[in-house]
């Protein structure tokens, strides 16, 4: 009876060669943390060099398997929402290596499709974090994830999807919502760095190391910062101070110069300085 239990979240043999061979959204987490020991043992896993990790034996990840269904139902009935999609599979027109699988679509978020991925936590503080920082830092570890499947979910919709939604259980407490910033060029990034992953497993080379930029925060979400403390800042900023005024009357002395060209000059020099015309009467200053 115990296994039987298991045995329904457990992946068969097709479903675990098929995830070999795509990327998928947890992937993107992966890959977009830049942590090296989780991208190696992600590209074994994809070119078969070791066996997938059987998920049931990891006791968080089955308290989010049991729990997501309430979960996503909690929120429906809190909020109102319309959630469709659920469960539901795609794989990009666009890059067919790119694959999902929605928890999720709320079709009435402020009048527009958002993504949703539910989630499960015990929010517990991780070395040198503080109760506050937890949230913050499971966020931006699912962002990859949300940016992903809502790019995916936008080919499929032929409309823009411009809301993430992360619907996260912490505890034994209900579910919060936190809204997860789309950003187009984050996407292109994720694309980017997923592909160079997805060539190397094709061509079993082991990936270097992989640097992407950091997820886009929302502006709701952003906090001032006092720099006073960080040496590097202090050290740019005297020097920032210092050159302003010269920057700036160097600017002012270089379109003076300019104005002194003859309309009928090739180029004029003199001083230590050269100024070039160009065909269309553009001119270019340099040091002699």
Same mark, same amino acid.
């Given at each position: 009876?115990?296994?039987?239990?298991?045995?329904?979240?457990?992946?068969?043999?097709?479903?675990?060669?098929?995830?070999?061979?795509?990327?998928?959204?947890?992937?993107?987490?992966?890959?977009?943390?830049?942590?090296?020991?989780?991208?190696?043992?992600?590209?074994?896993?994809?070119?078969?060099?070791?066996?997938? /990790?059987?998920?049931?034996?990891?006791?968080?990840?089955?308290?989010?398997?049991?729990?997501?269904?309430?979960?996503?139902? +909690?929120?429906?009935?809190?909020?109102?929402?319309?959630? #469709?999609?659920?469960?539901?599979?795609?794989?990009?027109?666009?890059?067919?290596?790119?694959?999902?699988?929605?928890?999720?679509?709320? /079709?009435?978020?402020?009048?527009?499709?958002?993504?949703?991925?539910?989630?499960? #936590?015990?929010?517990?503080?991780?070395?040198?974090?503080? +109760?506050?920082?937890?949230?913050?830092?499971?966020?931006?570890?699912?962002?990859?994830? %949300?940016?992903?499947?809502?790019?995916?979910?936008?080919?499929?919709?032929?409309?823009?999807?411009?809301?993430?939604?992360?619907? %996260?259980?912490?505890?034994?407490?209900?579910?919060?919502?936190?809204?997860?910033?789309?950003?187009?060029?984050?996407?292109?990034?994720?694309?980017?760095?997923?592909?160079?992953?997805?060539?190397?497993?094709?061509?079993?080379?082991?990936?270097? /190391?992989?640097? #992407?930029?950091?997820?886009?925060?929302?502006?709701?979400?952003?906090?001032?910062?006092?720099?006073?403390?960080? /040496?590097? +800042?202090?050290?740019?900023?005297?020097?920032?101070?210092?050159?302003?005024?010269?920057?700036?009357?160097?600017?002012?002395?270089?379109?003076?110069?300019?104005?002194?060209?003859?309309?009928?000059?090739?180029?004029?020099?003199?001083?230590?300085?050269?100024?070039?015309?160009?065909?269309?009467?553009?001119?270019?200053?340099?040091?002699?």
């Amino acid at each position: 009876m115990s296994n039987a239990y298991f045995e329904k979240y457990k992946f068969d043999a097709a479903e675990l060669e098929t995830r070999r061979s795509f990327i998928g959204g947890s992937d993107a987490n992966i890959i977009a943390s830049g942590k090296a020991d989780a991208i190696d043992k992600l590209f074994l896993q994809k070119t078969g060099a070791v066996e997938s /990790e059987d998920l049931t034996n990891v006791f968080p990840v089955m308290l989010g398997n049991v729990t997501e269904e309430l979960n996503i139902e +909690w929120i429906a009935r809190k909020y109102g929402y319309n959630i #469709t999609n659920r469960q539901s599979v795609y794989v990009s027109k666009k890059h067919p290596f790119m694959r999902c699988t929605l928890d999720g679509v709320i /079709e009435n978020f402020d009048n527009e499709y958002a993504v949703l991925d539910a989630k499960y #936590t015990m929010g517990r503080p991780q070395a040198d974090e503080t +109760w506050s920082d937890v949230m913050p830092r499971l966020i931006k570890s699912y962002t990859p994830q %949300i940016n992903w499947n809502a790019y995916i979910l936008s080919e499929h919709l032929d409309k823009p999807v411009t809301r993430g939604v992360l619907s %996260i259980i912490r505890a034994g407490n209900e579910p919060v919502i936190e809204e997860v910033a789309i950003d187009e060029n984050y996407q292109a990034e994720l694309i980017r760095v997923a592909t160079y992953f997805h060539s190397c497993v094709q061509l079993g080379i082991s990936p270097e /190391e992989i640097i #992407t930029d950091e997820p886009p925060v929302p502006p709701e979400d952003r906090k001032p910062y006092d720099m006073d403390g960080n /040496e590097d +800042w202090k050290r740019c900023a005297d020097n920032y101070i210092q050159t302003k005024g010269a920057a700036l009357s160097n600017k002012e002395y270089e379109t003076k110069l300019k104005s002194l060209v003859p309309s009928d000059a090739k180029h004029c020099f003199g001083h230590g300085i050269n100024i070039k015309v160009a065909k269309n009467n553009r001119k270019t200053i340099e040091l002699l």
